[in-house]
């Protein structure tokens, strides 16, 4: 049973950076595929970003390109999202989520079946 944990969440005014990080634990080897998915107040939980196992293959939610980064570290069994350029429309809770199945170029939050409790982000204009 994989167990993650996201840090980094913050308060931040618009245009800022933040870093969130996910630490996973509880497993034999680092999952084929992690991703962050983010939920506003009132709305349902989005996907915003995966990443295969060796980190070739990356894919972003289309509201998030350009400004967030998604990486990990396998070694360390840690995943990261780093995000810049940041907005008002970016303030929501963070989950950190994981498959042992291959990434998929669409990002399917039901197609995880762990995840972590969340970080929040606020982020202020």
């Known amino acids: 049973q994989v167990q993650l944990v996201e840090s980094g969440g913050s308060s931040v005014q618009a245009g800022g950076s933040l870093r969130l990080s996910c630490a996973a634990s509880?497993?034999?080897?680092?999952?084929?595929?992690m991703g962050w998915f983010r939920q506003a107040p009132g709305k349902e939980r989005e996907g915003v970003a995966t990443?295969?196992?060796?980190?070739?293959?990356?894919f972003y939610a289309d509201s998030v390109k350009g400004r967030f980064t998604i990486s990990r570290a396998n070694a360390k069994n840690t995943l990261f999202l780093q995000m810049t350029s940041l907005k008002s429309e970016d303030t929501a809770m963070y989950y950190c989520?994981?498959?042992?199945?291959?990434?998929?170029?669409?990002?399917?939050?039901?197609?995880?079946?762990?995840w972590g409790k969340g970080t929040q982000v606020t982020v202020s204009s």
């Open positions: 509880g497993i034999t080897y680092f999952p084929a595929c």
């Open positions: 990443i295969s196992t060796g980190g070739g293959s990356t």
């Open positions: 989520a994981s498959r042992y199945g291959d990434c998929m170029t669409t990002i399917t939050r039901t197609l995880f079946p762990s």
